[in-house]
């Protein structure tokens, strides 16, 4: 395969990842994609059997030709796909060495507040300035792996005016930017086996407008921590400790440790339904986790974040995303029956790099945002 093919294929400006070794560097999924118009999140699981397990490692090396096909048709478009693996689908997948920090959602409930944690294998993130793009690559990879898997929830998103959410308040003004997006998202030689990839969480909130907008305007700003016009975040003075934002900045060392979110607000007005799909890319799954503990549970417990008692979640799930170069990779060896397969990256050098980036990010949950989210 062509080494520069993920270049052209799922990012027009990928991430190179840092080189610190002699050894070439791992190129990232375009987890770092500029913000689109539309979306798909599509989750499916795994059927069982070994003709099943083939088919889906077999479309790893495949998914980047299959999105260039799409891709031509409109090539400003920024059309782009990200692939990520749950904790129970990369154990049937895959031997030898695993992701680090890879394991299933950790479900949280306090009161009537549930972060629930659903089924889920595989994700496909897909973004694209055009709808039509995303529902065409959403279909083409359906009919490559349709009968080896089974959907369990598909989203389609769409960007809501000036970059609002349902609720009516601005998303994802404080993601990172620049390199500041390699070190809050890629991981680096603190798991070498996988430079390069990242994490991700995923959640589904379905609103209660007509309780929220019940609501004054500053009552939804104490409870987000932010304008509601004009997007600035309110004084500490007067704050809520309860606030979103307030609850989901996460210091360490005295540093804000930063994540990287694509939101997107999603419904169906005819049958009531009005939600936001939280999806956040991390260096570390644990600095999501400790947003989720901070709003479900609160800091301190019982300091809850009041936008639960508008919002639910109806779906969880944490993903490991490799990087393009692990995809490109992965071995079209049929596997054993009832056995994982080997789908380390070869030995060469691209296929096992070493990176060196620092920890930083910060979470908004749809909506649902933090300090470093509105």
């Known amino acids: 395969m062509d080494s520069n093919r993920w270049e052209t294929d799922l990012h027009p400006d990928p991430m190179n990842v840092p080189e610190t070794t002699s050894r070439l560097p791992a190129l990232a999924q375009p987890v770092d994609a500029p913000l689109t118009r539309a979306a798909i999140f599509l989750a499916v699981t795994i059927n069982s059997g070994s003709e099943n397990r083939d088919t889906v490692r077999s479309f790893c090396g495949d998914l980047a030709a299959l999105l260039r096909a799409v891709e031509f048709r409109d090539l400003e478009a920024g059309l782009s796909c990200v692939m990520g693996f749950g904790s129970d689908a990369w154990d049937r997948l895959f031997v030898g060495p695993r992701p680090a920090e890879l394991h299933p959602f950790r479900e949280i409930r306090s009161g009537a ?62 993601n990172p930017r620049g390199t500041a997006v390699v070190e809050a998202v890629l991981i680096g030689d603190e798991d070498a086996n996988f430079a390069g990839g ?109 936008i639960l008692d508008f919002s639910r979640a109806v779906t969880g799930n944490l993903f490991f995303v490799p990087s393009a170069t692990f995809l490109e990779n992965v071995a079209e060896d049929p596997p054993v029956d009832n056995q994982p397969v080997n789908a380390e990256p070869s030995a060469s050098p691209a296929a096992s790099p070493s990176i060196s980036t620092v920890r930083d990010g910060s979470l908004g949950i749809g909506s649902l945002k933090g300090d470093t989210h509105e």
């Not at 629930?116 to 009919?143: N, W, Y």
């Not at 369990?152 to 960007?159: C, I, M, N, P, S």
Request: negative net charge; contains cysteine; charged residues 25%.
């Open 113 to 174: 507040r549930h972060a629930v944690s659903t089924p889920g294998d595989l994700l496909f993130h897909i973004r694209a300035k055009r709808m039509d793009l995303c529902f065409e690559l959403a279909t083409q990879i359906m009919a490559r792996i349709g009968s080896a898997v089974t959907a369990v929830d598909e989203v389609q998103g769409f960007r809501y005016f000036d970059d609002r959410d349902l609720l009516g308040f601005v998303d994802g003004t404080e």
């Open 198 to 306: 990242s994490y991700v969480i995923v959640q589904k909130y379905l609103h209660d407008l007509d309780a929220w907008n019940a609501l004054s305007t500053e009552a939804q700003e104490r409870v987000i921590g932010r304008t509601k016009l004009s997007d600035i975040e309110l004084d500490d003075s007067v704050k809520p400790t309860s606030a979103h934002n307030a609850l989901t900045t996460i210091v360490e060392d005295g540093k804000e440790i930063k994540i990287l979110r694509d939101n997107m607000p999603f419904g169906r007005p005819g049958s009531g339904e009005f939600g936001t799909y939280f999806i956040g890319y991390s260096r570390s799954p644990r600095t999501i986790e400790q947003m989720l503990e901070n709003m479900f549970i609160g800091k301190p417990p019982g300091n809850y974040d009041r």
